[in-house]
């Protein structure tokens, strides 16, 4: 019985090479040499993890003296494998507040006393989320996980990190016109590859 080599040659899909077509070898006494292409073709993949609920308990102190504002912030992961710098878009839906058109405060949180304004920074950079006022259903183009020296990820998680964030405000004087209770409001977050 005669043995039959076969020499697979691999094709990487991300270098640019001339396809080659799969090819037989011929009959041979010794040996028969075949040789074919395996390609795979990645699609551009995003995704977020790693949201969290924000709470804002403001006591009568933190009302009666301090800045004027109540802020808190928040870091997530998104990957995305859009070239290496893994470029995203990002968008933010919720309620409008009554600044929409006119202030930072363009979100609103409903509640007994009605809609409590409130403002959404989002940024591709974990350690500053003040970076871009969001406004809610607009998408923003230009945000890479590479952003501020960070690695682009190669996991879906980050690595157990956070290369993203948003930052949350709401104003004192909105907080007083309101009565008491429970004001909440659902954002929605999509990234999407460009």
């Known amino acids: 019985m005669k043995n039959v080599a076969l020499a697979i040659a ?16 011929t009959l041979s006494s010794t040996n028969s040499i075949g040789t074919m292409t395996v390609t795979t073709n990645i699609p551009k993949l995003v995704k ?6 924000i709470t804002f308990n403001p006591t009568a102190a933190d009302l009666a003296t301090g800045t004027g504002l109540q802020n808190a912030s928040s870091r997530f992961c998104v990957y995305s494998n ?4 893994g470029l995203y878009k990002i968008k933010v839906d919720g309620v409008a507040g009554s600044e929409l058109n006119t202030g930072e405060l363009k979100f609103g ?4 006393g009605g809609v409590l304004d409130l403002g959404v920074w989002v940024s591709d950079q974990a350690n500053a989320p003040y970076t871009r006022n969001a406004i809610p259903g607009r998408e923003y183009g230009d945000f890479k996980t590479t952003a501020g ?7 879906l998680n980050c690595g157990g990190g956070n290369n993203a964030s948003m930052a949350f405000r709401l104003k004192n004087s909105g907080i007083l016109a309101m ?3 429970s004001y ?3 954002l929605t977050l999509t990234v999407s590859a460009l």
């Open 82 to 85: 859009d070239t290496a710098d």
């Open 184 to 186: 909440t409001g659902t």
């Open 109 to 112: 949180l409903t509640g007994p």
């Open 179 to 181: 009565t008491a209770g």
């Open 10 to 25: 691999l094709a990487a899909a991300a270098v640019s090479a001339p396809a080659i077509a799969a090819a037989d070898g």
């Open 149 to 155: 020296g960070q690695t682009r990820p190669t996991t």
């Open 48 to 53: 977020i993890s790693g949201l969290s609920d």
